[in-house]
């Protein structure tokens, strides 16, 4: 079993950043995709951005320009960076990873994020 632990969600200001990290342990032979959704209370849970194990990024529209993901394969760990964040990205932020050699789809607990004045 892999387990995917997120951190750096807190209580921002609008206008601020915030980086979240997601680091995956286990029995890890490779990680393929490795992605971050986001879930505010009563809405579906979105993609935000997620990267393959090469590198190739993708993002929502919503957040084109202002988030960055990145990850460092040798740590198994990807990283959120978010600038000017907005009220309408409050939301709970899960890591997702497809770990192999089984591919497996894991999620993380969430780490809540809430941009407000």
């Known amino acids: 079993q892999v387990q995917l632990v997120e951190s750096g969600g807190g209580l921002v200001q609008p206008g601020g950043s915030l980086r979240l990290s997601c680091a995956a342990s286990?029995?890890?032979?490779?990680?393929?995709?490795m992605g971050w959704y986001r879930q505010a209370p009563g809405k579906q849970r979105d993609l935000v951005a997620d990267i393959t194990s090469g590198g190739t990024t993708n993002y929502a529209d919503s957040v084109k320009g202002r988030f960055t993901i990145s990850r460092d394969n040798a740590k198994n760990t990807v990283y959120l960076q978010m600038n000017s964040l907005k009220p309408e990205d409050t939301a709970v932020y899960y890591c997702?990873?497809?770990?192999?050699?089984?591919?497996?789809?894991?999620w993380g607990q969430g780490t809540q994020v809430t941009v407000s004045s």
């Open positions: 286990g029995r890890i032979i490779s990680i393929g995709r």
């Open positions: 997702n990873a497809i770990v192999s050699p089984r591919y497996v789809n894991y």
